[in-house]
C-alpha cells in the first residue's frame, strides 16, 4: 500500500486547467494551429522536431537492427537580457516613490516641478548609478496591500544592487 503526502492530495483536488476558462489560451491556441498551416514561419513557436542519428557499431541484442538514438536542437535562448539605458544621477531631487495599481509601473516622484518617473520593470534598476541606488534602497516604496508582490520585487532589486 502506498501513502500520498498532503500535498498529493491537494494538488489532485485542484481546478483542472481548461483553456475555454482563459481567453488568452484560446488565442495561443489559435496562434500555434496557425503557424502549423503556415509551415513555422515564425521560428518562435516552431517545435522542435527530433532527428534520430544512427549509433555505429550498436545492434540491439533482442531483435538484431541498429540503434538509433533521438537527438533535439538545442532551444535559442537570449544571453543577455536587453535593458532600457537610463539616465545617471537624476534621483537627488526624488521625494518618493510608489507602486501605481492602474498602470502596474514604479512611479519616482521628484520635488519641484519636474515631472514624474515611470519604471515599468524592475530590472531597469539595474542599469541606474550607485547613487541612485542608494537613494532607492534609503527610501521604502509606497504600496497598496494587493500589489504587495509586485511592489516589493521593485523593493528587492533595488536592494539587491545595493549590496
Not at 521560428?43 to 538509433?68: C, E, G, H, V
Not at 512611479?107 to 532607492?136: C, E, H, Q, T, Y
Request: proline share 3%; with cysteine.
Amino acid at each position: 500500500m502506498t501513502r500520498t503526502s498532503g500535498r498529493t492530495t491537494a494538488l489532485s483536488k485542484l481546478e483542472i486547467i481548461n483553456r475555454s476558462n482563459y481567453f488568452g489560451a484560446t488565442l495561443f491556441a489559435r496562434k500555434i494551429k496557425f503557424e502549423r498551416k503556415k509551415g513555422w514561419k515564425d521560428a518562435s513557436f516552431k517545435p522542435q522536431f527530433r532527428i534520430y542519428m544512427l549509433i555505429k557499431f550498436t545492434l540491439d541484442p533482442a531483435t538484431n537492427t541498429a540503434r538509433y538514438k533521438l537527438i533535439y536542437q538545442s532551444a535559442k535562448v537570449m544571453n543577455k537580457i536587453p535593458l532600457m539605458p537610463m539616465e545617471q544621477n537624476f534621483l537627488e531631487e526624488m521625494a518618493l516613490w510608489c507602486y501605481d495599481s492602474d498602470t502596474h509601473e514604479a512611479v519616482i516622484v521628484f520635488k519641484g516641478d519636474r515631472g514624474n518617473f515611470w519604471m515599468l520593470d524592475p530590472m531597469w534598476i539595474v542599469n541606474m548609478s550607485a547613487n541612485d541606488i542608494s537613494k532607492l534602497f534609503r527610501h521604502d516604496i509606497f504600496y497598496e496591500d494587493k500589489d504587495a508582490h509586485q511592489a516589493l520585487q521593485f523593493q528587492r532589486v533595488a536592494c539587491y544592487c545595493f549590496y
